[in-house]
Each structure stands twice: as C-alpha cells, then as structure tokens.
C-alpha cells in the first residue's frame, strides 16, 4: 500500500522573482523545490480558531508560501490569551482575533491572500465554508466543534488536521473519509463517542502550557504542507501522541471501525456531546443560586458551607472568602464527601459552574439534599460582586 499520498493541491502556473527570493531555502529541497511550492502557492487552507493551535499554524503556514488562509473565529484577544497565543501582542488586547491575525500574517509575508470569516461555525454554515478550501485544520477546544468539523469535512469531502492539547500533552492526526488507495476514516472512527459531560476539562479549566502550542502547532502545519505537497508519510490512519514532559513521541494505529455509523447531515452538536450531564441538569433545578443572592446570604449570617470544587492550582489564583477547597477529583473517589460538613447547606462553586453542576448531582445522590451551586462559578460572581478579582 503506497503510504504517500497524490498531492491535494494542482500547482500554480509559476513564481514570481519575489516568491523565488522568499522560499529559496524551499525550491533547494528536492522533495519540495519549484513544484511543490507552486502547489504551497495554489492552496486554500482553512484554520479554525485563531487561538493556541491557530497561532503557530496560521504564522507559518504563511511563512510557508501557502496563497490563501481562511480564519474562523468570532472571539476577541483577551490579555491570558497571550501566554501562548503568539499571533497577538499587547496592543491586539480587545481586538477581534481574526482581524489581530491578518494583520499579523500581513507582516510574515504579504504575499498570503487571507480571508476572514468572523462567525461562529455551526451546521447552517460549515459545509458550504469548507467546500471553498482544499483543507482544513482544526485547533479547536470543545467536543462540539470537533465533531461539527469531522463530520462537515466528510460531507464537504475534504480533508483535514486535527490537533489537541491539555497541560503537557498534545495529540495530531490527519482524518480524511474520501484518502485515495482505501485509506479513508474519520474523527469518530478514533472517538465514536464525546466523554461524558464534565469529565474532560477544557484548557481554560485544566490549564496548557504555552509552548506545547508551538510543539503540536509546528506537526500540523507540516502535515499540512506534506498532504498539500505530496511529500512524506501523512499522519492518516496514525494518532501521535506529544508528552512534553517526558520528552517523547509516539503513534498508534487508527483504522476504520466497520460500526462506525455513514455521515450523512450534520446534528446537533451541544445537544450531542452535552456541557453538563442529564443529572446535573435535573440537580440543579431549583437548586442554583446568583452571585447576588450567595452575597445576601454571606451578608445573612446564615450558616452554610462554601464549598469550592476547584482545582488547588486555580484556588491560589483567585477565590471567594471563606471557602472551603474540595476538589471536584477528591468528591468522585469519596475522600471530599467525608469533608463536607452535614449540619448547614453547602454552596458549591467552580470557575464557570460546569464543574459545580457535575458535583451537585454527586452530592444530591449522597443525601446533601439542601446543597445548590453558584450559576456562573466565580467568573459570575467577579464580574458582579469583585470586579477587582483577578481571574484566570
């Protein structure tokens, strides 16, 4: 079985004097050299999120030569952006990523055609977006949009790059339905199913180090060039697996799951992988509280249990006076339970109240049948009662 695969990309008609000059260190590459830049040249990739995997690969692929590069992202440049977000400096703060982006690329090289496109992907949109690219790279960091592009590529036909990380760790494949020579599979022939609700932090929760970015970033743009290019083995059918830490790579084989069901339209996605369980749902109706009405309580003098279910990490960041820390990890083995008090209602709060929710059903079940959760965790309550908070 042949382990290349035919270039994605027709090559331009030619380079100009300029584009020589630029990618000479490429044109003296005998795997790439005038042929696989005019085809750098000719391509159209999509890169969703301007963010921590969104960085690295729209700079260098611009760097690369690659003609056009299309930007989703509706999101703006927020200052805890910029530990890893290297596309954006302190003067894009409050500005829209897409727009910090071009300005950026423009700089790397004004040659790229960049094209923005400020809106939230979704099911009304994604096939049609992507059916103007040659291929797609995905950064993003929710199970939603994972599964919204998978499933849009393979009904666009197109193929595409998927990164991932989370604090020291970083995953890459490439997924592509429709690979010549029978190699076809996709995001769900890896991941047929999203983790239950909760049980995977994203990186605003769990944390990234900034570099791991630049680490996975760097692995996706080159199988970008490499699949637009001919060149090389793709990571088709292989899972690499980055572990800063220890220093190493490996792969694992992927391969087509025959149960894997035919795409055939595109669902609903937040409805599908779900931000909170069937469980916490029903927990916390009629037991959620307002950052306005925990203060009245505080101010009440009511004995309760302030209970924040938070990581040690995030507590030292920031916190609510008179809490308690009793990560969400020590409630689910049984060890935080044995902590909470039983005399007194227990409030419970995390950074956004997805985790708070996930722990109000755990306790419910346990017989804390008076216990609520903060709406909104403590990014709620700083905007409302400490806007002086620092926050992460």
Not at 149 to 171: C, H, M, T
Not at 277 to 296: H, M, W, Y
Not at 301 to 312: F, M, N, S
Request: charged share 20%.
């Amino acid at each position: 079985m042949p382990r290349s695969l035919p270039p994605l990309v027709e090559p331009a008609d030619e380079l100009t004097r300029d584009e020589v000059a630029r990618y000479s260190r490429h044109l003296i590459i005998p795997d790439v050299g005038v042929q696989g830049q005019k085809r750098l040249k000719n391509a159209r990739v999509l890169v969703i999120g301007a963010g921590g995997l969104g960085a690295p690969t729209l700079l260098y692929l611009a760097a690369a030569g690659v003609g056009t590069l299309g930007i989703v992202d509706f999101d703006v440049v927020e200052e805890s952006n910029l530990q890893r977000q290297v596309i954006h400096g302190v003067s894009d703060i409050g500005r829209a990523k897409a727009q910090s982006a071009r300005d950026s690329i423009a700089e790397v090289n004004p040659l790229v055609q960049v094209r923005l496109h400020q809106q939230r992907l979704d099911r009304s949109n994604a096939v049609e977006l992507f059916a103007q690219y040659d291929l797609v790279l995905d950064g993003t960091d929710n199970f939603a949009t994972r599964y919204l592009v998978n499933d849009a590529a393979v009904l666009a036909r197109k193929p595409y790059i998927w990164g991932s990380i989370y604090r020291f760790e970083g995953q890459v494949s490439v997924f592509w339905e429709d690979a010549p020579h029978g190699r076809g599979l996709n995001y769900r022939d890896l991941y047929p199913d999203p983790p239950p609700p909760g049980l995977v932090p994203s990186c605003a929760e769990g944390g990234v180090l900034g570099v791991l970015c630049a680490s996975i970033g760097s692995v996706m743009s080159t199988e970008a060039i490499k699949l637009i290019t001919g060149i090389g083995e793709p990571l088709l059918g292989r899972l690499m697996i980055y572990d800063a830490l220890e220093m190493s790579y490996r792969t694992i084989a992927i391969r087509k799951d025959p149960s894997t069901p035919a795409i055939t339209e595109l669902i609903d996605y937040e409805a599908f992988c779900g931000s909170v369980s069937e469980d916490a749902v029903a927990a916390t109706v009629g037991s959620t509280i307002t950052p306005v009405e925990l203060r009245a309580l505080l101010d009440s003098g009511q004995r309760l249990a302030l209970i924040d279910v938070r990581e040690p990490g995030e507590w030292a960041i920031n916190h609510i006076d008179g809490a308690q820390l009793v990560p969400q990890s020590t409630i689910n083995t049984g060890e935080g339970l044995a902590r909470l008090p039983q005399d007194r209602m227990s409030v419970l709060y995390c950074k956004t109240g997805v985790r708070s929710a996930q722990v109000l059903a755990t306790l419910k079940k346990a017989g804390f049948a008076d216990a609520v959760h903060l709406q909104g965790g403590i990014v709620a309550w700083a905007k409302q009662m400490q806007p002086d908070m620092v926050m992460y």
